[in-house]
């Protein structure tokens, strides 16, 4: 029975830490070699059939989609990877190469790319590395080894500098030795707080921040730091008090500008389709008046915009 199969899904993520909460689940009834024959005929279409490359891709989950691309490179003898970035372009080629990775390695890859050639893309590095969790981090520190051969912290050190530099290895490497030693700058202790502390333990720290200090900790981060470091501690403290918010309400600007940053919607959708793009979805109409979805339905269009809607899973 699929409610009961989508209940037990559900029931796995109930574990030690916070329960997920997805938007694309396993699909019920799967059938990997049906599937891959499909792709394999709207490949082969001319002019290519992208909506049943987005009907099938976006309604699976990442463990489906790797059998599905097993099960293709059986029948096609060839990556279906290589295949769909032929038959593919633009933003919907991005997102569903996304899609084909696990959430780790596609944050892998986005780390990557943001550091890669003559400008390092600050803003998506703050976002990445300040708004994982350690555990995510720790994982994603993995798969980056695996990847690319290279270590996380190294790519990190190369590509920033001064304290902004200090802060973003702190949260990497879960720990800033330095940081310990407590007779340096002030900037060098909240590195050493931000990223030694546990968030519960935070949330505590700034609402006690309050009772002694004229300005709440975001204020005091304003008065105190400029640049990329202030917009990482900013990140921080958003995603310490509410990650939901603060990923709908990146969402929001991306849309809100006269043309909408696919890459940052991409981003944040296809990261976070299997892991709480529900909570998400829920904040964004607590705090913006309309839902996720009606407000894809305005600013972005045709197969890109058929595929965020699929993995929004739905209006709300």
Request: glycine share 6%; aromatic share 8%.
């Amino acid at each position: 029975n699929i409610i009961i199969f989508q209940y037990l899904y559900f029931l796995i993520y109930v574990q030690e830490g916070e329960p997920k909460c997805p938007t694309v689940v396993p699909v019920y009834d799967f059938n990997p070699e049906e599937d891959a024959a499909k792709i394999e005929t709207a490949i082969k279409t001319k002019g290519i059939d992208e909506q049943k490359i987005i009907e099938i891709l976006t309604k699976r989950s990442c463990s489906q989609r790797a059998e599905i691309a097993f099960e293709y490179e059986k029948r096609a003898k060839k990556d279906l990877v290589s295949a769909l970035k032929g038959a593919l372009s633009g933003s919907l080629e991005h997102l569903i190469l996304g899609l084909m990775k696990s959430t780790a390695q596609y944050d892998a890859s986005e780390l990557k790319s943001s550091m890669k050639g003559l400008g390092t893309d600050e803003e998506t590095l703050i976002e990445m590395v300040c708004s994982r969790s350690k555990e995510e981090l720790m994982e994603i520190k993995k798969v980056y080894r695996e990847m690319f051969k290279k270590e996380l912290e190294k790519d990190v050190s190369g590509d920033t500098s001064g304290d902004f530099a200090k802060l973003l290895l702190a949260l990497v490497q879960s720990l800033y030795e330095a940081g310990v030693n407590r007779k340096g700058t002030d900037v060098t202790t909240w590195i050493s707080i931000f990223s030694e502390r546990s968030v519960p333990h935070l949330q505590k720290v700034f609402e006690r921040y309050k009772r002694y200090s004229p300005y709440d900790i975001k204020e005091s981060i304003r008065k105190e730091v400029k640049g990329d470091l202030e917009k990482s501690f900013l990140t921080l403290v958003e995603c310490m008090e509410n990650k939901h918010l603060y990923f709908a309400s990146r969402l929001n600007d991306a849309m809100k500008s006269k043309s909408v940053k696919d890459k940052v919607v991409t981003r944040i959708i296809v990261s976070r389709c299997e892991v709480d793009l529900m909570k998400v979805c829920t904040e964004f109409k607590r705090n913006f008046g309309k839902s996720l979805y009606q407000t894809i339905l305005e600013h972005t269009k045709g197969d890109y915009q058929r595929a965020l809607l699929n993995l929004c899973g739905g209006d709300d």
